[in-house]
């Protein structure tokens, strides 16, 4: 995904296809999906009960930091809002669609067993 977003914002030449600091939002998308889908996981090997109360929470939590982030990143670098909420979301779903698909994974293996 990273190559993808590479190869876009150089595309551009001296336009500029990417908001200002797009691999910060990158970055932080990435680690706050590793911390989420890393508290779920222990959570769905706990069992299934706490699996689902961890899964929502940590997809819960994730969505307000998420929200935090794009507050402060606002409120701190003047950017064209809706090109910083296409980039912006598009990251969030594609890492969200990630973590999912990888929790229906470890799922799908826990009911064969």
């Known amino acids: 995904m990273a190559v993808v977003f590479y190869t876009v914002g150089h595309i551009g030449g001296k336009t500029a296809v990417l908001v200002p600091k797009f691999w910060v939002i990158f970055g932080f998308q ?3 999906t590793l911390i989420a889908y890393s508290v779920s996981l222990i959570g769905i090997r706990k069992g299934p009960e706490t699996g689902t109360f961890t899964i929502i929470g940590s997809i819960t939590i994730k969505m307000l930091f998420s929200m935090g982030f794009v507050l402060a990143y606002l409120l701190k670098i003047n950017v064209n ?3 910083f ?3 912006f979301f598009s990251l969030y779903f594609l890492f969200t669609a990630f973590e999912v698909y990888g929790l229906l994974c470890n799922l799908r293996d826990q009911n064969k067993t």
Do not use: L, P
């Open 85 to 87: 909420a296409i980039q």
């Open 30 to 32: 990435f680690f706050i």
């Open 81 to 83: 809002g809706v090109s």
